[in-house]
């Protein structure tokens, strides 16, 4: 079994940064591609941005790009989410996840954090 535990999550005000973080435990890390993932209300999940189980890569949604910096530590077990710029936009609950394939499709990652909640005020 796989445990991704999210931290980091809060308010800010539009223009501001967060720092969100994930911890995983239960299996080796190093050899599983990262992703974080985001759900407004009313809306379906959608992805925000993958780390490959190396570091090698790093793919970003059109609409971070530029704003969001992803990375991860292999010695320690966890990976980050550097948010810039925070618009409206980007509130939403924020989820980390754990899978061998890189995809952008939410459905196909296997492990999940509980999420951590990130709002954005105009």
């Known amino acids: 079994q796989v445990q991704l535990v999210e931290s980091g999550g809060g308010l800010v005000q539009a223009g501001g940064s967060l720092r969100l973080s994930c911890a995983a435990s239960g299996r080796t890390f190093s050899g599983y591609n990262m992703g974080w993932f985001r759900q407004a209300p009313g809306k379906e999940r959608e992805f925000v941005a993958l780390i490959y189980w190396d570091g090698g890569n790093t793919i970003y949604a059109d609409s971070v790009k530029g704003r969001f910096t992803m990375s991860r530590d292999n010695t320690k077990n966890t990976v980050a989410l550097q948010m810039n710029n925070l618009k409206p936009e980007d509130t939403a609950v924020y989820y980390c996840?754990?899978?061998?394939?890189?995809?952008?499709?939410?459905?196909?990652?296997?492990?999940w954090g509980q999420g951590t909640q990130v709002t954005v005020s105009s």
């Open positions: 996840a754990s899978e061998r394939i890189p995809t952008q499709e939410a459905t196909a990652w296997t492990y």
